[in-house]
């Protein structure tokens, strides 16, 4: 099958002109008029510009169902809704909830991984947004259930997940961090998050192996001229890349695209989106055993601590080209990069040969057309654009 006359990404994520050719689920060829014979199935895609699909790895909810249900009815109607917002990939996330609700969500989402629902988004693995968290810094986590870094029990969760957890995030200053951090980035990608540290706090995790950082300017210390915190250690530091949550109520515009510029290709796009996304406003939407109020647009809980999101990646996108941040850097914060951060950058992030063929069409107010999704052996466009 050949996409053609398009307008798409190519590998370096510069706007390139021309064809792309898919078999088997997979991106084999891109390049300017490419050969095909008369009996392969072409799609006339002149006018319109093609982009990776998008990747959300912090992704609690949507749908009305949160990745905490423990069903592998929540995460499929997740992956539904996700799939018809470009994001052709995710990491359903857990939060600071107990052990057994964490173990059931581990359970649903491997349940969807190993047997991908074939109208939506491929589970890509599973982010531990807690329950290691400070107190101080907890935000919309719950509070009974935090506990202190403990790598025999997130080891017990990794195993039952079949290894499917991706990021785990904690607040590193914690008694017992510094032997997490060691342990556990032998097996995935670990992020600070909800946390206290200082500035050389953060750049000591850094050294014992955090590469990752939750949802930047939110839970932790900030940028002051005389104290750097967590966020002046993760703009220093090339070793880190960075969660930003791009609604506009979580960041000002304004200081994402400093932030942007600072980060390059260390930014990564995150929804932090909720069972309410896609729902209609009000109160009494329920995240981690605390119910939450959506009112223009803002998640908060009932003390008015903001908590999570109601928005996408392909909105998010839209919000940063709107407010002056490059569509190459944007959009390349949404697949390729949060792709890095679980360690799949081989396999999907990009439109480049060898990988799966997760496209999304775009038209010149870059709203979605269509979505193509690989599955197996196939490429299906098996959602279109609201």
Known sequence: MFLIHASYLDKDFNLAQGDIRVENGKIVETGPALPRKPEDTAVDCAGYTIVPGFIDVHIHGCNGADTGDGTREAIEAMARFLLAH???????????????????????????????????????????????????????????????????????????????????????EQPGGKDFVQRAKELCTVSIAHTTAAYEDAKDAFDWG???????????????????????????????????????????????????????????????????????????????????????GKCVLPDGTIAGSV????????????????FQQAVKSASLVPAQAIGLDQEIGSIAPGKAADLVVLDKNLDIVSVWKSQGNETKMIAFGN
């Open 86 to 172: 470009g994001v052709t990939s995710f990491c359903p996330t857990t939060a600071t909830v107990s052990g057994d609700t964490i173990m059931a969500a581990l359970q649903a989402a491997k349940s969807v991984h190993d047997a991908p629902v074939e109208d939506g988004a491929k589970v890509a693995g599973v982010n531990m947004e807690g329950p290691f968290f400070s107190r101080e810094r907890k935000g919309a986590q719950n509070e009974e259930y935090l506990l202190a870094p403990d790598f025999p029990l997130f080891k017990k969760w990794y195993e039952a997940s079949g290894g499917l957890v991706k990021l785990i995030d904690l607040a590193t």
């Open 210 to 296: 955090v590469t990752h950082a939750t949802h930047l300017f939110n839970a932790m210390n900030g940028l002051h001229h005389r104290k750097p915190g967590v966020v002046g250690a993760v703009l220093e530091d090339p070793r880190v890349r960075a969660e930003l949550i791009c609604d506009g109520e979580h960041i000002h515009p304004a200081v994402l695209k400093i932030a942007f510029r600072l980060l390059g290709d260390r930014a990564l796009i995150v929804s932090d989106s909720l069972r309410a996304n896609g729902m209609p406003e009000g109160a009494g939407y329920e995240m981690g055993g605390q119910t939450v109020r959506i009112s223009g």
């Open 311 to 326: 928005s996408n990646l392909h909105q998010e996108v839209k919000n940063l080209v709107s407010w002056g941040v490059p």
